[in-house]
């Protein structure tokens, strides 16, 4: 069974990534507040997903991808962010740093799922 980290600042978009997943059939998630709390249990356990919001306090998603790649750990393992920024220029940063895939919020479910599906069958 996977286990996927959420790394977001809100409470309540954590629950609803949750929930969607363990409706999806994963239900081995942990969350995490921000970053540096994604990269402490990232670093505690070895997860198969890590999905993670870009703009949090302390430690923003961009950085916690950087940190997470440094890892041999998470050099390949799939890192999906669900965030609000949509411009192209946000995105091209993303796959820079080795995001995986890019999610926009509001997220549908199903749209959440497939890639969680995707990215987990590589």
Do not use: C, H
Not at 52 to 79: C, H, Q, S, W
Not at 85 to 113: C, H, R, S, Y
């Amino acid at each position: 069974m996977a286990k996927i980290l959420i790394v977001d600042d809100s409470n309540m978009l954590r629950d609803m990534v949750k929930y969607a997943l363990n409706e999806g059939g994963y239900p081995e998630v942990t969350e995490a507040v921000d970053g540096v709390d994604g990269l402490a249990k990232a670093t505690a356990v070895a997860f198969d997903l890590i999905v993670t919001d870009i703009n949090m306090p302390n430690m923003n998603g961009f950085d916690l991808i950087v940190e997470l790649r440094k890892l041999p750990t998470y050099a390949k393992t799939p890192i999906l962010t669900l965030t609000t920024e949509k411009n192209d220029e946000m995105k091209a940063k993303g796959k820079a740093v080795g995001a995986t895939g890019w999610i926009v919020k509001p997220f549908v479910p199903e749209q959440l799922l497939k890639a969680v599906g995707i990215v987990l069958s590589r």
